[in-house]
C-alpha cells in the first residue's frame, strides 16, 4: 500500500488547491478550542501546507513544526513575521525548524495536524514506515498530555482499510478536501457541520 500511494504524484496545482481547502480546518470548533497547533511542513506532493499556516498566523495560534532529532520528531515554534524564513532542508530533505523555542507540556492542549500516505474513516493511518509520529503520540499519551488530531490528505489518499498493527495511534478526526471525518462516530460531514 506504501508503493501504491507514493506512486500518486498530484501536481503543483492540485496540492495547493488542496492546501487552500484546508484552510477550513480554521472553522472547525476544534480549531477555535486550541491555542496551540502542531503542523508538519510538506514534502513533495503533499498538501501544500503554508495557506494553512497563514491562518495559524491570522488566528494568532502558537504554532509549531517537526525536527527530526535522534530518531524523535521534536517540535520547535515558528513565528509570523517570517515563515518562509524559518527553516534548513534537514534529513529526507525535509525543510526543518532553526527556531530554538521547544514544544513544552505547557503548551498543551493542542491541535495537531498529522500527515499521512493513506488514512481509512476509521481513523487509521499509513506513514512512512519509519514510527515517528506514532513515537510522538504515545509519548505524549504516556505523559497525559491532552491533544486532538485530525490527519490531513487529500481525496485520493483515503482508503477502504489501512492495515495497523497495536502501537498505531488513531486519529480522532480525518480532513480531506472541504469535508471532515469524526471518527467518533464515523460520520462524514462538511466542516460548517462539524463540532469536536
Not at 56 to 64: E, H, I, Q, T
Request: aromatic share 12%; glycine share 6%; with cysteine.
Amino acid at each position: 500500500m506504501r508503493q501504491k500511494m507514493r506512486n500518486l504524484k498530484p501536481s503543483p496545482a492540485n496540492t495547493h488547491a488542496e492546501g487552500v481547502a484546508a484552510c477550513g480546518i480554521s472553522g472547525l470548533s476544534c480549531w477555535k478550542q486550541h491555542g496551540t497547533v502542531v503542523v508538519f511542513l510538506s514534502m513533495k506532493y503533499e498538501i501544500d501546507i503554508m495557506p494553512l499556516l497563514e491562518c495559524a498566523f491570522y488566528d494568532k495560534k502558537n504554532v509549531f513544526i517537526p525536527k527530526i532529532i535522534n530518531d524523535r520528531l521534536i517540535f520547535f515554534q515558528i513565528f509570523e513575521h517570517d515563515p518562509n524564513g524559518q527553516w534548513n532542508i534537514g534529513i529526507f530533505g525535509i525543510r526543518e525548524p532553526v527556531s530554538r523555542k521547544m514544544l513544552l507540556p505547557k503548551d498543551f492542549p493542542c491541535l495537531i495536524i498529522t500527515p499521512g500516505l493513506a488514512f481509512d474513516r476509521n481513523g487509521n493511518r499509513l506513514g512512512r514506515g519509519k514510527g515517528y509520529y506514532d513515537q510522538f503520540f504515545a509519548e505524549l499519551d504516556t505523559h497525559n498530555l491532552p491533544y486532538f488530531s485530525i490527519g490531513l490528505c487529500m481525496p485520493s489518499q483515503i482508503v477502504d482499510h489501512v492495515p495497523v498493527r497495536p502501537w498505531d495511534k488513531k486519529m480522532d478526526a480525518i480532513w480531506d478536501s472541504s469535508h471532515v471525518t469524526d471518527v467518533r462516530t464515523r460520520t462524514r460531514k462538511s466542516r460548517r457541520l462539524f463540532d469536536s
